[in-house]
């Protein structure tokens, strides 16, 4: 009965999540036996379930070229109505989390007396974070004690910064609301969700604009670029193929979280020292930064072209 529900559930929940439950099981399990509620513990003859974890995805450079125009074009036509939210400036933040590789909480918990504004030498004390879980806003303490780090700022980010900056002596939440609390996870999610859709708003090939219509699977047809039909309750498809030159464009929907390992990834491949990468994420392991946070560069040909195989042929 046990092997028969682990099976079943394992096709409704996560790799991960199947084998938590399995060790929740089997625990309890071991507790009856040792309290002598029953003999032999059954889960020995239950086969556990095997932690497949999912690949992470990094933004490729053209994505994220995609997702500043996404950005500019969303901030610029939509300031009012259900983009309400865009107030706030998504460009500095995303390109923030992109050149910092900090966690989203991290990076809505940063305020302006962390940054060092030596010139050459700028940096940021990552120091707190948001608890997004906490009903009310509430600052903690970085994820672990390697959370407290200094990381450099790159000299467009700083550029940024300081167009943002209120004044020399500013403080406070760097990305906050007008009464000065820290930019809510949730709203900035919508937000996040609305800019991904923009991702696809035309043709990056020809530059042809998304069509108005679409049909969705019951044959309903759908005007004015309307994210769900109204008599199927469907949601617009994330991709679509443009009529002029066949290409197909798919909408970027990714987490906050992939701003982190697409930094930590291109500082891998980069060539920076492993204990460095660490100490800029956060990480308490490096080991964690190489197998979970490091992955296969866009251009890796190119490198293989020029440090290995070029060196050969020198």
């Known amino acids: 009965d046990i092997q028969d529900t682990l099976n079943t559930i394992e096709d409704m929940i996560s790799s991960n999540a199947a ?10 399990l071991n507790n009856a036996v040792a309290n002598d509620k029953i003999r032999k513990n059954p889960c020995i003859a239950v086969e556990r379930p095997r932690y497949t974890p999912k ?49 989203i909480n991290e990076a809505l918990g940063t305020q302006w007396e ?30 672990t004690i390697a959370g407290k780090r200094h990381i450099p700022l790159d000299k467009r980010l700083v550029r940024r910064l300081k167009k943002l900056r209120p004044s020399e002596d500013a403080t406070g939440f760097i990305f906050a609301t007008r009464s000065g609390t820290a930019l809510g996870y949730h709203n900035a999610w919508k937000t996040w969700d609305a800019i991904g859709r923009e991702t696809a708003r035309d043709c990056p090939v ?22 769900v039909c109204k008599k199927c309750g469907e949601e617009r498809p994330e991709e679509w193929t443009c009529p002029e030159c066949g290409n ?45 946070y490091s992955h296969k560069a866009e251009n890796y040909r190119a490198v293989l072209e020029d440090k290995i195989y070029g060196a050969r042929a020198k």
Request: overall charge positive; hydrophobic content about 30%; proline content about 2%.
């Open 55 to 103: 690949e992470k995805e990094i933004y490729t450079t053209e994505e994220m070229m995609r997702m500043y125009r996404a950005i500019r074009y969303i901030q610029s036509t939509c300031k009012h109505g259900k983009y309400h939210s865009l107030k706030h400036d998504y460009f500095t933040l995303y390109m923030f989390l992109l050149y910092t590789g900090v966690r």
């Open 114 to 143: 962390d940054i060092t504004w030596t010139e050459g030498q700028e940096d940021i004390f990552i120091q707190r974070t948001i608890d997004i879980h906490a009903s009310k806003q509430r600052t903690t303490e970085p994820k």
């Open 19 to 28: 084998v938590k439950a399995f060790d929740i099981i089997n625990s309890a």
């Open 248 to 292: 197909l464009i798919k909408e970027i929907h990714r987490s906050f979280h992939t701003t982190r390992h697409t930094y930590c990834s291109y500082l891998v491949n980069a060539g920076v020292p492993i204990t460095t990468v660490q100490y800029l994420a956060g990480h308490a392991s490096s080991t964690v930064t190489l197998n979970t």
């Open 206 to 227: 020809c530059h042809t604009k998304r069509p108005n219509d679409w049909t969705c699977s019951h044959g309903h047809r759908v005007i004015r670029r309307a994210l």
